[in-house]
């Protein structure tokens, strides 16, 4: 089921991931899970897709980068699962009055997470890599094998639902 | 637009992952942006943070256990040189013939869903479609590939168990049950695949009209391999919504 081998020091493997990308990946899935214990799951989920095929995940361009998008997906995914979702989102509105015009402004990735579930799986993964990872269109895009036309247009709909001006 | 790099690209600079030019504008950058330096020191505490909170033998136990179920690395389906002739005649073949064994539970009963796991992959043995009512015995090498139809339903997920208790997601999306398309076609799940091991193994793919947790099937299908007591050809339903169809399959 796993691959491994004599040269593959499974160990040593683990403790990379854990030592250099434990703190980021996790960091995303208790963002989006908002529960340590469930984000602990989601991480050692992404961890274990990482490590099944260790060695594609190394020649990854970018390893973070991929761990991010598996995790910000898993993580979108145990939510759109849930039928807690939607009272989840219940405070929506008065995260938008609070973001706003409240006393209290939220920060635009609390923002940008309550409004999740008002959107389709791809519109959130592209509203959390541009607003939270704050990469580039263009990046998003070739992340999300889109075109930037229409990541832009994603975003514009987000944009335009969750009451933001486009920037 | 901020002139400061993103956040992502912070965290890659910090894992050592930027090189060359890209990597030193971001250290010059650095050199003269206290916010830039405090949002990198940031991006250290979060990681002296997670280490507080969960150990490195933590991590390392929770990620084997979850490896575990990372369903196996699909091997290609063994369509040999007529291909697409091949193709063609599972589509025609393979609906009148099968019957497929339903378990339904709900109140509601969809019409027309079924499930068919089409048997080949090797030179020796012809392609073959399990039986829902006996047990399908497998040659070496054999894989397995899973077709559907769908009826009234838009969800499905499957997974198998075997004489150990391990239950192994097969289809799934990130925790949860794939997204299908409402329909009386047969359409097959992408790759096919190979139970490694001896013994027997009872797959089981429900159908459901909203999406299920795969955790919760797995923890449904072992409350069931409990119930039968280890005996996988007593197995009964799982206590998940759905219609469900299990074969049991013998791995040489």
Redesign the interface.
Known sequence: MIEGGRSFDRRAALHELYSKYGGSVYGRCHYLLKDRSRAEDAMQDVFAKAMSSYSDFRAEASPLTWLMKIATHHCLNVLRGERSWRKAFEGIQQAKAEAHHGPHVLEIREVVRNLLSRFDLETQAAAIHYHVDEMTLEEVAALLKRSVPTVRKRLQHFAKESGQEWK | ?TLH?????L??LR???LEGIEARELEGHLEHCSHCRTRIKS?EQ??????R??S?DR??A?????????K??PARWFIPAMGMAAAVLVAIVARPVIQSQSMQSGTRVKGGASVTLRIGGTASSSQRVASPQALEPLIAGERVRIGYQAGAHRYLVAISIDERRMV?ELYG?????LEVSPGDDTRYLPESLEF?GTGLERVIVVLSDE???TARVKQAAEAAFDTAKGDLRQLTKLDVPGEQFHRLLLKP
């Open positions: 637009m790099p993103g956040e992502l690209k965290r890659r894992v050592g992952e991006l979060e990681q002296a943070q997670f280490e909170e969960i490195f991590f390392s929770g990620v084997e256990r979850a490896a575990k179920s990372v196996p690395r192994t999306q990130s925790g949860s049950s490694t999406p299920l947790e």
